[in-house]
């Protein structure tokens, strides 16, 4: 199957350019700039006048709720959502029920996504059995179907365990992502662990100035780390949405967006975490973020002059490197999973049009600009905003 999208306007981390993009097999084939004319046949045609065709999202922080909690969201549903937000690549955590603590678990998971064909799954494994402080998981038997391992949604509050698992980070060559509650003083420990004890650490769903300071004084003194923000704490702040992190103060995100524009915080992730609304009800924390998370972002960093081409090293370029997967540029050989958005769009959208199976989002009445019209994952058609979900 060979499929041209023309006339279009491509952004990615490396620049802009006008022109054509042939896909054959799952892969960017050729990349035409201006109006090079293409020579070989093809199947099907999209045609991109008036919108920009940008890689597809990585996201590198999401909860899919399955096995466990399929009432919140399916792996079928939390995929469905994601493609109509533009994510094509999903860093799925741990937090199931069971926990992904061990080899079959994770294994049955990945077996459901290729089966289901929707996104890239990348399955989180947990750091401890049971998320527990005393047994770290079988790195040997894990280790092979992942490279990242967390316990988020829980913080790891025993520093033993904290330095077992960075030890480990290093030894068995993977990403250890953190959640830190309280935020600043556990970062503020793992950055010194980290420079004691080397590994590879990404700070999850950071909130807020004084955590961006340590992490600016870790990166400067040459220490394994990045860091994540998500649409909402970057979008709002002072919201009383239950939220882990909480909503912070205005300078707060004053800060995060600063720390956008100097490089500091690496990656845009969702923390996409859908409840039913009878747990919110109970005070569970978390937001439903795929389908607004492209709006929200694009409409902080256009009020904010930061360029689409960061925005999408952001979503793309940045996690795809430290995944060390090859995607996340519009690239000759690489997957051709991209996504067309239109920037012209503004207003609202609806939670309660969702195609999430929980709907819990405070940002419906925002006005917000951008909105994903098309998804392709391997060159498929996945997500089309004329047609619905294919
Ligand atoms: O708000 C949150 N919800 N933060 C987390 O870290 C966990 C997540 C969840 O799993 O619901
Ligand atoms: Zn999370």
């Given at each position: 199957?060979?499929?041209?999208i023309?006339?279009v306007e491509m952004?990615d981390?490396?620049?802009?350019?006008y022109?054509?993009?042939?896909i054959?097999?799952?892969k960017?084939?050729?990349?035409y700039k201006e109006k090079?004319?293409?020579k070989?046949?093809?199947?099907?045609?999209?045609?991109?006048q008036?919108?920009?065709?940008m890689p597809?999202f990585?996201?590198?922080?999401c909860h899919l709720?399955d096995?466990?909690y399929e009432y919140?969201?399916?792996?079928?549903?939390?995929?469905?959502?994601?493609?109509k937000?533009?994510?094509t690549?999903l860093?799925?955590?741990?937090?199931?029920k069971?926990?992904?603590?061990?080899?079959?678990?994770?294994?049955?998971?990945l077996d459901?996504?290729?089966?289901?064909?929707q996104c890239n799954l990348?399955?989180?494994?947990?750091?401890?059995k049971?998320?527990?402080d005393?047994?770290?998981?079988?790195?040997k038997t894990?280790?092979p179907?992942?490279n990242?391992f967390s316990n988020?949604?829980v913080s790891?509050?025993?520093?033993?365990i904290m330095?077992?698992?960075?030890?480990a980070?290093s030894e068995?060559?993977f990403?250890l992502l953190?959640h830190?509650?309280?935020?600043?003083?556990?970062v503020?420990r793992?950055?010194?662990l980290l420079?004691?004890?080397?590994g590879h650490l990404?700070?999850?769903?950071?909130?807020?100035?004084?955590?961006?300071d340590?992490?600016?004084?870790?990166?400067e003194?040459g220490?394994?780390?990045?860091?994540?923000v998500?649409?909402?704490?970057?979008?709002a702040?002072?919201?009383?949405?239950?939220?882990?992190?909480s909503f912070r103060?205005y300078?707060?995100?004053?800060a995060l967006?600063e720390?956008?524009k100097?490089g500091i915080?690496?990656m845009?992730?969702t923390?996409?975490a859908p409840h039913?609304?009878?747990?919110?009800?109970?005070g569970?924390p978390?937001?439903?973020?795929?389908?607004?998370?492209?709006?929200m972002?694009?409409?902080?960093?256009?009020?904010?002059s930061?360029s689409?081409?960061?925005?999408?090293e952001?979503?793309?370029?940045a996690p795809?490197k430290?995944?060390?997967?090859?995607?996340?540029?519009?690239?000759?050989?690489y997957?051709?999973?991209?996504?067309l958005?239109d920037?012209n769009?503004?207003?609202?959208?609806?939670?309660?049009?969702?195609?999430?199976?929980?709907k819990?989002?405070p940002?419906?009445g925002?006005?917000?600009?951008g909105?994903?019209?098309?998804?392709?994952?391997?060159?498929?058609l996945k997500?089309?905003?004329?047609g619905?979900?294919l």
């Amino acid at each position: 199957m060979k499929t041209l999208i023309k006339n279009v306007e491509m952004v990615d981390a490396e620049g802009r350019r006008y022109g054509k993009v042939l896909i054959e097999d799952g892969k960017i084939k050729k990349v035409y700039k201006e109006k090079g004319n293409v020579k070989s046949e093809y199947d099907q045609e999209i045609d991109g006048q008036g919108l920009v065709l940008m890689p597809g999202f990585i996201d590198m922080h999401c909860h899919l709720r399955d096995p466990g909690y399929e009432y919140k969201e399916t792996m079928e549903t939390g995929m469905a959502a994601a493609l109509k937000g533009g994510f094509t690549t999903l860093v799925a955590m741990a937090n199931t029920k069971p926990i992904m603590d061990d080899a079959v678990v994770i294994k049955a998971n990945l077996d459901k996504a290729i089966v289901l064909n929707q996104c890239n799954l990348i399955q989180v494994a947990a750091l401890t059995k049971d998320f527990g402080d005393s047994e770290l998981v079988d790195f040997k038997t894990i280790r092979p179907l992942t490279n990242v391992f967390s316990n988020d949604g829980v913080s790891i509050l025993n520093s033993e365990i904290m330095v077992k698992g960075l030890e480990a980070s290093s030894e068995h060559d993977f990403l250890l992502l953190t959640h830190c509650q309280p935020e600043t003083a556990l970062v503020k420990r793992d950055v010194e662990l980290l420079a004691e004890n080397g590994g590879h650490l990404h700070v999850c769903h950071i909130s807020k100035k004084d955590t961006l300071d340590l992490i600016r004084a870790a990166k400067e003194k040459g220490l394994d780390i990045t860091c994540e923000v998500t649409p909402h704490h970057i979008f709002a702040s002072a919201m009383d949405y239950k939220v882990n992190p909480s909503f912070r103060t205005y300078p707060d995100r004053r800060a995060l967006i600063e720390g956008i524009k100097d490089g500091i915080v690496d990656m845009c992730g969702t923390d996409h975490a859908p409840h039913s609304e009878e747990d919110k009800l109970k005070g569970a924390p978390g937001i439903n973020n795929f389908e607004m998370a492209f709006a929200m972002y694009y409409t902080v960093f256009d009020q904010n002059s930061i360029s689409l081409e960061k925005l999408s090293e952001m979503l793309s370029d940045a996690p795809a490197k430290r995944l060390g997967i090859k995607a996340g540029l519009i690239k000759e050989r690489y997957p051709a999973d991209l996504v067309l958005v239109d920037l012209n769009w503004e207003g609202k959208i609806n939670p309660k049009e969702f195609v999430s199976k929980s709907k819990n989002n405070p940002f419906g009445g925002e006005t917000l600009k951008g909105k994903v019209m098309m998804t392709m994952v391997k060159g498929e058609l996945k997500y089309d905003d004329n047609g619905s979900t294919l």
